[in-house]
């Protein structure tokens, strides 16, 4: 098991031929074309949402004349709205600086927990382990009440510092888990090394552990990212006045008014809001793919 | 690295000082570590916890300190009829939704298991739906599920002819219900597709071979060797989708606000409008706090699923 399990790669390039059992009509059917169903129902929402931010608004209120699947005449006109009419360059800048603040705050906080539950092993280490999990298990919708009485209480209603400080009570016991991981596969016997030649702990971390951590340190450092990009009910509650809210917070309170919704800027506002962590994502997706998958098998 | 090592060995020893020598003291050490996280998961986590329990059985209101009142919210909510709306809501949400997810998901991840060309561009597309902001794809989903311009909608009205009038799939209650259902399927299968596709892949190709040689057949080799093998990762798979399912909050805020007549409130959402909304804190705790016997239930859940895995896997591999 823990040998076929080292190298699961090279095995699952061997199994589709051992299992040549599909002709070519019947793999089209059984693999092609649910697949392209699926591709297309989980971008479709994306197509629509990019389509309409650059309609006019002409030609989002009439199918019947258009073809409302493409446009014909294509305008700029929601997205200067959105950056020049509105605060979206500010709700932008307070989210980067929320998702930044809090992510580096829990790669902090993470890195030296999962260090010392990893390799500074001391007994009841794995309660530790297993109470930073069980952290993760607490979620957001039943602490956003009594969290916005203890933000009033510290005098940080309304500041992005709040959020900052708050996002990272799920950060922390995610970038947690998957550095113990990431830790656990660094060979202890290099640390043995650096011990008996006279290094301190410290200079270990830095030194030896950390250098070696840095794909897993990029993982959770992205995955923290796009979390506190994301992030929308503690924004709601704890931010009130429109300049200080964040991108998500801000298109659905602020652009969402009165009863005729402007759907060119409401989609424009969701692209953009979209595209920085998409972009990030496409910049890093096999950290992406190994930080999720890493995160359920630990 | 012994160079590295040897050279600030030498530095060291030119000059001990006590501050190197205090962090290099195992148990301070340990201390500092853990000190950061620990405090800030103190501070905001376990504290509110412990404060949102204590809130539930006060009737504090925004800007007054409440008293004590024992359980005279919960009784409350026992006779409120939008309380068990929700209740209602949030158990079908999660149900379907979480069936729908793990159907769906399951099949796309075993789909994916396959090889064909441009695997991984396909795998880093399918993740969109879970990477982008659930608030700003719910919007989108708001969009197309519009009265008057619902895509959806001309689709089967104007191109396929199968409908003569508009779906108003917002408008009346049980077709709010499952659009909202359905945008949170469409948000939870690339999570459920990729964390079981890396489940799939760890499954020893040699188990197949051998169970071809006894003759099984495909649905036989999914039965009784793949979904066998892939129950672990399922377990904790789906009690992460139900609890982060039965606690969602933005979908539902997002696109229909608990609307129409309060028949789309999930408990999370309903927390949010009595807590903060309405500034009824003791009350809206009261109802995040009722969300707490289904957390724990689906937390044993997981325990047992990974209970089995070390089973399963032996003790040697943790």
Redesign the interface.
């Given at each position: 098991?823990?040998d076929?399990?080292a190298q699961?790669?090279a095995?699952?390039?061997?199994?589709?031929d051992?299992?040549a059992?599909d002709s070519g009509l019947r793999r089209l059917m059984m693999?092609?074309l649910?697949?392209g169903c699926?591709?297309l129902?989980?971008?479709f929402?994306?197509y629509?949402?990019a389509i309409?931010s650059f309609k006019p608004n002409a030609e989002?209120?009439n199918?019947k004349d258009n073809n409302?699947f493409w446009i014909s005449s294509p305008t700029l006109a929601h997205i200067k709205h959105l950056l020049f009419n509105t605060a979206y360059p500010r709700w932008l800048t307070t989210t980067m600086l929320v998702a930044v603040g809090s992510t580096t705050?829990?790669l902090?906080?993470?890195t030296?927990?999962a260090?010392?539950?990893e390799r500074?092993r001391?007994r009841g280490s794995p309660y530790?382990g297993l109470g930073?999990y069980?952290?993760y298990?607490?979620?957001?919708?039943?602490?956003?009440?009594?969290?916005?009485?203890?933000v009033v209480q510290f005098g940080l209603f309304d500041s992005p510092l709040a959020l900052i400080?708050?996002y990272?009570?799920f950060l922390?016991?995610f970038c947690?888990w998957l550095l113990i991981g990431y830790f656990k596969s660094i060979p202890y016997e290099?640390e043995e090394?650096?011990l008996v030649?006279?290094?301190?702990?410290?200079?270990i971390l830095r030194?030896?552990t950390l250098p070696l951590a840095v794909p897993g340190l990029i993982s959770a450092g992205i995955f923290s990212f796009?979390l506190s990009?994301?992030e929308?009910?503690y924004a709601?509650?704890f931010i009130q006045s429109g300049a200080n809210k964040t991108?998500?917070?801000a298109?659905?309170t602020e652009l969402v008014t009165g009863d005729v919704?402007q759907?060119g800027a409401?989609?424009a506002?969701?692209l953009l809001?979209?595209l920085p962590?998409?972009i990030f994502?496409?910049l890093f997706?096999d950290y992406?793919?190994s930080s999720?998958?890493g995160a359920?098998?630990e | 690295?012994?160079v590295?090592?040897?050279s600030?060995?030498g530095a060291?020893?030119r000059q001990p000082s006590w501050l190197?020598r205090l962090?290099?003291y195992?148990?301070f050490?340990?201390v500092?570590?853990?000190a950061?996280?620990?405090g800030?998961?103190t501070?905001?986590?376990?504290?509110?916890?412990g404060?949102?329990i204590w809130?539930a059985f006060t009737d504090?209101t925004i800007g007054r300190r409440g008293t004590y009142v024992g359980l005279e919210n919960f009784q409350y909510l026992l006779t409120d009829p939008l309380w068990w709306n929700a209740v209602f809501y949030s158990v079908v949400y999660t149900g379907v939704a979480t069936f729908g997810k793990f159907a769906?998901g399951f099949?796309?991840a075993l789909?994916?298991?396959?090889?064909?060309p441009f695997k991984?561009l396909?795998?880093?597309?399918?993740?969109?739906?879970w990477?982008?902001?659930?608030?700003?794809?719910a919007?989108?989903?708001w969009?197309?599920y519009?009265p008057q311009?619902s895509?959806i909608s001309?689709l089967l009205v104007?191109v396929l002819h199968w409908r003569s009038s508009n779906i108003d799939f917002l408008g009346s209650p049980w077709p709010a219900r499952f659009s909202l259902i359905a945008a949170n399927i469409?948000r939870g299968?690339?999570?459920v597709a990729?964390?079981l596709?890396?489940?799939l892949?760890?499954i020893?190709?040699?188990l197949?071979?051998a169970a071809?040689l006894d003759g099984a057949s495909?649905w036989q080799r999914f039965r009784y060797i793949t979904f066998p093998m892939m129950m672990p990762?399922l377990a904790?798979?789906m009690?992460?989708s139900i609890?982060?399912t039965f606690?969602?909050?933005?979908l539902v805020?997002?696109i229909t606000r608990g609307g129409p007549v309060n028949s789309t409130h999930l408990?999370?959402t309903l927390?949010?409008q009595r807590?903060?909304a309405g500034g009824e804190?003791g009350e809206?705790?009261a109802i995040?706090?009722s969300?707490?016997p289904f957390?724990v239930f689906?937390?044993l859940f997981?325990y047992f699923g990974l209970a089995r895995r070390k089973w399963q896997?032996?003790e040697?591999?943790d």
């Open positions: 098991m823990t076929t399990v699961p790669t095995d699952a390039k061997a199994a589709p051992t299992m059992w693999i092609y649910p697949l699926f591709v129902i989980l971008l929402p994306f629509w949402m309409t989002l209120m199918y409302p705050l829990s902090i906080a993470s030296l927990a260090y010392a539950i500074l001391f530790v930073i069980l952290a298990l607490v979620p957001p919708s039943i602490l956003f009440i009594p969290l916005a009485t203890v400080l708050v990272p009570t922390v016991p947690t290099l090394c650096a030649d006279g290094a301190t702990r410290l200079q030194r030896i796009t990009w994301n929308f009910i709601l509650a991108v998500p917070v298109i659905l919704y759907w409401l989609m506002g969701s809001g979209s962590v998409a994502y496409s997706v992406y793919v999720l998958t359920v098998k | 690295m012994s590295t090592a040897l600030t060995h060291m020893a190197v962090f290099d195992k148990p050490l340990i500092m570590c853990l950061p996280a620990i800030l998961l501070v905001f986590l376990t504290y509110p916890l404060l949102g809130l504090t769906l099949w796309l789909l994916l298991n396959n090889h064909f991984s396909l795998r880093a597309i399918i993740l969109l739906p990477i982008v902001p659930t608030v700003l794809s919007l989108a989903f969009w197309i519009d311009f895509i001309y104007d469409w299968i690339p999570f990729i964390s596709l890396a489940g892949q760890t020893s190709p040699s197949y071979e071809m495909a990762i904790i798979v009690t992460f609890i982060f606690t969602d909050f933005q805020y997002a408990l999370a927390a949010f807590g903060i804190l809206g705790a995040a706090v969300m707490i957390l689906a937390t997981s896997q032996g040697a591999n």
